[in-house]
């Protein structure tokens, strides 16, 4: 026996942390229809460790996710000022902890593929996922569903088309050009070539150098060594590492950047992931600190990654089909803050399209609502993150880090530090809750106004 009619069919295109939170949160509607689009053969997650703050940790409460990803996890969550990371200078022989970032909760890291194991674990059958869809295509109507197009030439209709499909989104290459091509048709020409300019991700200047430590190895090779236990950044000129435990120690989450910060926004020449190996990043670290030479010294076959982002866009929206996740905002790591904005938008537009009011007409009120919050916010911790590459790398204008040595130099790393301390704040001085009554907020006065809009037509 069939039920009752859906409210809303929901596609979901691409089956990351940002595709697979959606599904999940969404599913705690009924009367919302929900199908998962993956392109790949199979659900496997490229990367390695992802960081949580407090912000998007809440909504992972809300979804009821915490205590098995905590399993996965050595860090628990606390409240009140709780050490993140040592950032040291290390570019130099003898290196040393200038600071320790210290945030209001725990940052969680958790390895990647754990994070997506516990989503799709946790997600009912009524959310079906299928793989090998890789979107071509898509048209909408005015009126009526929007139609998929796949490039194994199969179709299917949706209510709500979401590009969470990443950094090369296909969803976003056709909505842009959509877009594009409406402005030519108003002779728009400046807007149209803005706009399609946004289509391709662009070089960041930056190239990271991915892998996992066993922990057993690095003891080996240096016992006691800090990042068995503490997350730590080693900063210097043109790059900076990272390291911390994930998997309750048993690995180590290791990424090396190596910066041409002169050459952000430019076209990389050569494939943007693939396999390397730690001679082609260990010469810029050559006299870097013995904790550095140890790490390097354990790493094996690790992924390069030439680090892309998307332009910001005018809007995540367009008719019935919005943009979450790298799709909408793809960053630079150095905030740690990609999963969780993927995340934030989740959840924002399962708030919005889940809501009492919202119905296949007024679609395009909820996606506004949810681009008017999303939007701002993701643009500026993309903003955020990039200026953080800097400060990692010790591109600050007007300061030459070499030049100084003592006190001097001391002062300059604080100052460094305040800068930075300034970008992270936003994760632990603002509250996910914020967001959430915003959007109900706006919903329940869009009820208001069309409310009293057809009181008085009658």
């Excluded at 790490?295 to 995540?316: D, G, M, Q, Y």
């Amino acid at each position: 026996m069939q039920g009752p009619p859906k409210r809303l069919r929901v596609a979901i295109c691409g089956a990351g942390i940002g595709g697979l939170t959606l599904a999940l949160a969404l599913s705690q509607y009924p009367d919302i229809e929900i199908e998962l689009y993956e392109a790949a053969a199979t659900l496997t997650e490229v990367g390695a460790g992802v960081g949580v703050f407090p912000r998007p940790w809440k909504i992972i409460q809300m979804l009821g996710l915490e205590q098995d990803l905590l399993k996965t996890s050595e860090r628990k969550p606390k409240q009140g000022p709780v050490p993140a990371f040592n950032w040291r200078k290390s570019d130099q022989q003898v290196g040393f902890t200038f600071t320790t970032l210290v945030t209001n909760g725990t940052l969680i890291t958790l390895h990647r593929a754990d994070f997506q194991s516990v989503l799709l674990r946790r997600l009912p059958p009524s959310c079906r996922v299928n793989c090998s869809k890789r979107l071509r295509t898509y048209t909408q109507r005015q009126f009526g569903p929007t139609e998929l197009i796949f490039e194994d030439g199969s179709r299917t209709f949706c209510d709500v088309l979401v590009g969470a499909d990443g950094l090369k989104s296909a969803t976003r290459r056709a909505f842009l050009s959509e877009r594009a091509q409406w402005m030519q048709t108003q002779r728009r020409w400046q807007e149209a070539e803005d706009i399609a300019s946004c289509i391709d991700p662009v070089w960041s200047g930056t190239i990271a150098y991915r892998a996992l430590i066993p922990g057993e190895r690095l003891r080996a090779a240096a016992p006691g060594h800090p990042v068995l236990t503490t997350p730590t950044q080693y900063l210097g000129k043109n790059g900076y590492i990272i390291a911390y435990p994930i998997s309750h120690g048993k690995m180590i989450n290791f990424v090396a950047f190596t910066c041409r910060h002169d050459l952000e926004n430019t076209k990389f020449d050569g494939p943007w992931v693939g396999p390397s190996d730690a001679s082609q990043f260990a010469g810029l670290f050559a006299h870097w600190e013995p904790e550095v030479q140890a790490l390097i010294h354990c790493v094996e076959n690790p992924l390069r990654w030439a680090i892309h982002t998307v332009k910001p866009l005018r809007s995540f929206v367009s008719g019935h089909t919005v943009l979450i996740g790298d799709a909408a905002h793809a960053m630079t790591p150095h905030q740690g803050s990609g999963a969780g904005q993927a995340i934030e938008d989740a959840y924002i537009l399962a708030t919005v399209l889940g809501h009492r009011s919202t119905t296949r007409e007024n679609l395009p009120r909820a996606l506004r609502i949810f681009d008017e919050i999303r939007r701002p916010a993701a643009t500026s911790v993309v903003e955020a993150s990039r200026m953080n590459g800097r400060y990692f790398s010790f591109e600050v204008d007007g300061v030459d880090f070499d030049r100084y040595t003592g006190p001097q130099l001391w002062d300059k790393l604080q100052k460094l530090n305040g800068a930075l301390v300034k970008n992270w704040e936003w994760t632990w001085t603002t509250s996910v809750d914020g967001s959430i009554q915003d959007a109900l907020r706006m919903l329940e006065m869009e009820i208001i106004v069309s409310g009293g809009a057809k009181g008085s037509n009658t």
